[in-house]
């Protein structure tokens, strides 16, 4: 059994659907829960053991918020969750949408993470990151600016887990596919049937949970996975092992 007694894990999206598995998978394991999110996001379950709310794309109050995060003592796991998208494709991609999506999704997790380093690397013990990256950063699906925050933030992960092997930290990363949260609302309101076709594409013929990939954070970020540094694990049911569409075609 995976256990957590006493450490400290920081989570960002704490809020989310995924977000919201990961307290409570972590919080189940023993851990004292960190919890982040953006202000107005309800982190208001019993066991999550500490607050902190701010926005990741507020480049200059990230440094001040890894302090008030520190204050309260160095988290050796931090699991960076927080995401977001709406340019879903080229055509409708903005300049500003860039900016943004680059932001919230790479920039301000990799500058979190940059300024809890140097804290981190003086903890003793195991101590780990483990990025909830996408199957976007490893093929195209759409949303072209997500995709690419999520493929820059696979590089960030590696960089992290050589530079960082030294001092004993990991680094790691799961790849979910579609996840059934809020973040698909606005697509079903438009057209109700859109997940019933998505889980035709997929080998499992269904999506994953957010349970499923709160597991496979769990067990990355656990002393089970002592060897394991610099992967990204892809929690998808089958999507990017090969094209299903594609041998159903060619029958």
Same mark, same amino acid.
């Given at each position: 059994m995976i256990d957590f007694q006493k450490t400290r894990v920081l989570i960002t999206g704490a809020g989310g659907g995924v977000g919201r598995s990961l307290t409570a998978a972590f $919080?189940?394991?023993? $851990?004292?829960?960190?919890?982040?999110?953006?202000? @107005?996001v309800d982190l208001s379950e019993s066991h999550i053991? %500490?607050?902190?709310?701010?926005?990741? *794309?507020? *480049?200059? @109050?990230?440094? &001040?918020?890894?302090?008030?995060?520190?204050?309260?003592? =160095?988290?050796?796991? =931090? =699991?960076?969750? $927080?995401?977001? +998208? *709406? &340019? %879903?494709?080229?055509?409708? +991609?903005?300049?500003?949408?860039?900016?943004? &999506?680059m932001d919230i999704n790479f920039t301000g997790p990799a500058l979190l993470a940059h300024a809890l380093l140097p804290a981190m690397r003086t903890f003793s013990g195991d101590k780990a990151f483990v990025f909830v990256a996408s199957c976007n950063a490893l093929s195209h699906f759409g949303n072209p600016a997500y995709s690419a925050a999520k493929a820059a933030t696979l590089a960030w992960m590696r960089a992290i887990a050589v530079e960082e092997a030294p001092n004993g930290i990991r680094a790691n990363a799961v790849a979910p596919a579609s996840i059934r949260t809020e973040a698909w609302d606005h697509r079903l309101k438009k057209d109700p049937k859109v997940l019933d076709r998505l889980k035709a594409i997929y080998p499992m013929g269904r999506l994953v949970s957010t349970q499923e990939v709160a597991n496979a954070v769990l067990f990355l970020a656990s002393s089970t996975a002592s060897g394991i540094t610099g992967i990204t694990m892809n929690v998808d049911a089958g999507l990017t092992a090969g094209n299903l569409p594609f041998l159903e075609a060619i029958k």
């Open positions: $919080a189940s394991a023993g $851990a004292l829960v960190v919890a982040c999110d953006l202000p @107005d053991k %500490e607050r902190h709310y701010f926005d990741l *794309r507020q *480049r200059n @109050d990230i440094e &001040e918020h890894a302090q008030a995060i520190l204050s309260g003592g =160095v988290p050796q796991i =931090v =699991v960076s969750n $927080a995401g977001w +998208t *709406r &340019e %879903e494709n080229l055509a409708t +991609t903005t300049g500003s949408g860039i900016l943004d &999506e």
